[in-house]
């Protein structure tokens, strides 16, 4: 079986851009390739900086056959039509045609077709063309003078080359031929821009990738990925250090270089001052270079690694001196950052009314730079006012909040006016990143208790089904005014999640409020702050994931969750206490015992039959009728009880002494008696036993 190697060679291709576009490059061709008629055994993709590589192994040589009947018109029909049919058939005459008799509709033509398959080449070559004009960049753009012209080639960086060979194992590979705006395929590559710019004339994947690896290119990403991770960490280990590792600046500076050479460089221990973060980020962002520290320590140490696509004659030093200059200019701009942070601004005279405002202190930095904020009235949404309001809704809701989380009230409110204020600091204006992290810092620099300036670092938490939560009450309290004052505002504003879209983030709001709840185990009630029923239909919607994510059933879920319910505490305590009442014999005694009951009863009010709004002790003539009301008086009040004091465990039990007087019931009773009033009467025993059940759970919704 023949295999196919395509590369599409260009100027650098931005990193975070490179993996999609393998994985698209493959996508296309191989699904072109399918609905073209051509199977393979399997499909590889690469990518490097300058090329984005496809290997297909086991490819078809060509098409199959395809047979098709064409139906034409009955043998009696006008001569036109039967012209007409052969034209479309591709018949020279009605003798190639066959007759086929229906017994209603008499005898008709019908033309059995074949369609000969096509050599993949051939296939190929039609296909690659569009694919290339066509492939989704994020962004591309046009190069060279021929590129002015309409419906002209647009690539992401300008396109150099093009490899397109095939052929099986045994035989000579071709090249399959095929051209885009001047570009021809070939069997030529080319390797490292400066180690190795000679031409390479390629066959199949095994010696392109191995004459790549001699012309120091590396083509495996995950393989470049490994040498530097390897690379990095020996040489950090070699020094003594250990790497900071960054999966995510791993990935970037993969995509970065071809021939990864990776070395250390250092700077002036006196910037040690500055907080890691802002080391570890500037660093990061501006040489794309990783951190290190003493093994175990909290702070970095002055060393830093890079990585270099140049396997240098001195070893690297003047790479490592270059960076270590930019490393060094760019540290020294953090340096004066964060000791601007801490001076006094100067305009503060202009700022007192904001002070009075929110209660600041001018001769504190932080404090004054959320005066700055609010004075500034820098705008939070066009629809929701400033910051400065923001923050005041924030506050009265963070008040209201503090009473049911237990926090101290006074603290909550200093965390929450000092809460956004790192967003004027300049800091947080070069990294954004950083804020809440640098509010912190600059909280404990000027003295706030230690448990305001970890809410404010906090209070942007959780950010994700995997963030940590907030440390303590005060934290939890700002989080949850924060979130909710974001979800209400955007509800209010009809900015709602619309499919996959979700500009503000409003689902990941949502489940931070729902896991500071129900982690934290606090109690309330969400109408009291989301007014609108659609949001707390959101949150329901969140809830589910969230209980689902966690193993529970969503038949159980829902079960428990009605509309109104706005206590999502509760209800994952409901769903937590069915989940382990349900599969145990007294689960099965209680939802087979109820569910007959509730489906007759549910049947005949769809009929329209007369219930009775309470069952009347003077109508019981059974005794089966008489015990299982007796039953379910008192298996009410236990489970009422149970449930006042939050124990569903105990009132599911106490509704499970049903089953054996309900399947007496059953066995004894006729339920639609002839006597409408006795009949009208049964049904209110049966609703009773449904209003008794639904203080735990609606069991009709129970599939086991």
């Known amino acids: 079986m023949p295999d196919l190697l395509l590369e599409l060679r260009s100027e650098e291709i931005p990193a975070r851009m490179q993996r999609?576009?393998?994985?698209?490059?493959?996508?296309?061709?191989?699904?072109?390739?399918?609905?073209?008629?051509?199977?393979?055994?399997?499909?590889?993709?690469?990518?490097?900086?300058?090329?984005?590589?496809?290997?297909?192994?086991?490819?078809?040589?060509?098409?199959?056959?395809?047979?098709?009947?064409?139906?034409?018109?009955?043998?009696?029909?006008?001569?036109?039509?039967?012209?007409?049919?052969?034209?479309?058939?591709?018949?020279?005459?009605?003798a190639e045609a066959h007759v086929h008799s229906d017994p209603k509709k008499g005898d008709f033509y019908v033309a059995h077709t074949v369609k000969p398959g096509r050599p993949a080449d051939e296939i190929i070559a039609d296909v690659m063309p569009g694919i290339i004009r066509n492939f989704p960049w994020p962004k591309s753009m046009r190069s060279g003078a021929a590129?002015?012209?309409?419906?002209?080639?647009?690539?992401?960086?300008?396109?150099?080359?093009?490899?397109?060979?095939?052929?099986?194992?045994?035989?000579?590979?071709?090249?399959?031929?095929?051209?885009?705006?001047?570009?021809?395929?070939?069997?030529?590559?080319?390797?490292?821009?400066?180690?190795?710019?000679?031409?390479?004339?390629?066959?199949?994947?095994?010696?392109?990738?191995?004459?790549?690896?001699?012309?120091?290119?590396?083509?495996?990403?995950?393989?470049r990925k490994q040498i530097i991770a390897t690379d990095a960490n020996n040489i950090a280990f070699a020094n003594g250090l250990e790497l900071v590792e960054d999966e995510g600046l791993l990935e970037e500076v993969s995509g970065l270089v071809e021939w990864p050479q990776v070395l250390m460089g250092t700077f002036e221990e006196e910037f040690l001052a500055i907080p890691s973060e802002i080391i570890r980020l500037t660093i990061k962002t501006n040489q794309k270079c990783f951190v290190t520290r003493k093994p175990g320590a909290d702070t970095l140490s002055n060393h830093f690694i890079l990585v270099s696509n140049i396997e240098a004659k001195d070893g690297g030093k003047e790479i490592v001196h270059g960076n270590g200059k930019v490393v060094r200019a760019r540290l020294s701009d953090a340096k004066h950052f964060w000791q601007r942070d801490q001076r006094d601004l100067p305009d503060l005279d202009t700022l007192k009314a904001s002070a009075e405002k929110f209660g600041l202190d001018l001769a504190k930095p932080l404090d004054q730079r959320m005066a700055k904020l609010d004075a500034l009235n820098v705008t939070f949404h066009a629809k929701l006012g400033t910051q400065g309001a923001r923050v005041e809704r924030i506050r009265k809701l963070a008040a209201e909040l503090a009473k049911v989380t237990g926090a101290d009230a006074a603290l909550v409110d200093r965390a929450v006016v000092l809460a956004k204020a790192d967003l004027r600091t300049e800091a947080v204006g070069e990294f954004p990143e950083l804020q809440g992290i640098m509010g912190r810092k600059y909280a404990v620099l000027q003295g706030e208790d230690a448990a305001v300036a970890e809410a404010i670092e906090d209070h942007w938490k959780p950010n994700g089904p995997s963030d940590r939560l907030p440390g303590d009450?005060?934290?939890?309290?700002?989080?949850?005014?924060?979130?909710?004052?974001?979800?209400?505002?955007?509800?209010?504003?009809?900015?709602?999640?619309?499919?996959?879209?979700?500009?503000?983030?409003?689902?990941?709001?949502?489940?931070?409020?729902?896991?500071?709840?129900?982690?934290?185990?606090?109690?309330?009630?969400?109408?009291?702050?989301?007014?609108?029923?659609?949001?707390?239909?959101?949150?329901?919607?969140?809830?589910?994931?969230?209980?689902?994510?966690?193993?529970?059933?969503?038949?159980?879920?829902?079960?428990?969750?009605?509309?109104?319910?706005?206590?999502?505490l509760m209800v994952a305590r409901r769903v937590e206490a069915l989940t382990a009442?349900?599969?145990?014999?007294?689960?099965?005694?209680?939802?087979?015992?109820?569910?007959?009951?509730?489906?007759?009863?549910?049947?005949?009010?769809?009929?329209?039959?007369?219930?009775?709004?309470?069952?009347?002790?003077?109508?019981?003539?059974?005794?089966?009728?008489?015990?299982?009301?007796?039953?379910?008086?008192?298996?009410?009040?236990?489970?009422?009880?149970?449930?006042?004091?939050?124990?569903?465990?105990?009132?599911?039990e106490a509704l499970s002494a049903l089953r054996a007087p309900v399947d007496q019931f059953f066995t004894d009773v006729l339920v639609n008696d002839d006597d409408p009033a006795i009949r009208a009467n049964r049904l209110a025993l049966l609703a009773a036993i449904r209003a008794a059940t639904g203080t735990v759970a609606d069991f009709s919704k129970i599939t086991g």
């Open 473 to 568: 009450k005060i934290g939890v309290t700002v989080a949850l005014a924060d979130k909710l004052d974001t979800l209400t505002g955007f509800w209010a504003i009809d900015e709602k999640p619309t499919g996959s879209k979700d500009p503000y983030a409003l689902r990941r709001a949502a489940l931070g409020v729902i896991r500071m709840l129900l982690e934290k185990n606090i109690r309330l009630p969400l109408a009291s702050v989301a007014k609108d029923a659609d949001l707390i239909a959101f949150f329901h919607d969140r809830l589910k994931v969230y209980l689902r994510d966690l193993g529970a059933r969503h038949d159980l879920i829902d079960a428990v969750l009605t509309p109104e319910a706005d206590d999502l």
């Open 581 to 652: 009442f349900i599969t145990s014999e007294d689960g099965q005694n209680l939802l087979a015992g109820t569910k007959r009951a509730t489906q007759l009863l549910a049947a005949e009010e769809k009929k329209g039959t007369v219930v009775e709004g309470a069952v009347s002790a003077d109508l019981l003539k059974l005794d089966a009728e008489k015990a299982l009301y007796a039953a379910v008086e008192t298996a009410s009040k236990e489970a009422a009880a149970a449930v006042a004091r939050e124990d569903f465990r105990s009132a599911m």
């Open 20 to 94: 999609k576009a393998a994985g698209d490059l493959k996508k296309l061709v191989t699904d072109a390739l399918v609905e073209a008629g051509l199977t393979y055994e399997g499909a590889r993709e690469y990518w490097t900086p300058r090329r984005l590589t496809l290997d297909i192994r086991g490819l078809n040589a060509r098409s199959s056959d395809v047979r098709e009947d064409i139906k034409g018109p009955a043998t009696s029909a006008p001569e036109q039509a039967i012209q007409g049919f052969l034209r479309k058939a591709g018949l020279a005459s009605v």
């Open 147 to 223: 590129s002015a012209r309409p419906g002209a080639l647009r690539w992401v960086r300008p396109l150099q080359s093009i490899v397109c060979t095939f052929g099986s194992e045994t035989e000579e590979t071709r090249v399959v031929p095929f051209e885009v705006d001047g570009l021809v395929a070939g069997n030529v590559t080319y390797g490292h821009r400066f180690h190795a710019p000679e031409a390479i004339t390629v066959r199949r994947f095994e010696d392109y990738s191995a004459n790549l690896e001699k012309a120091k290119v590396v083509l495996d990403a995950e393989r």
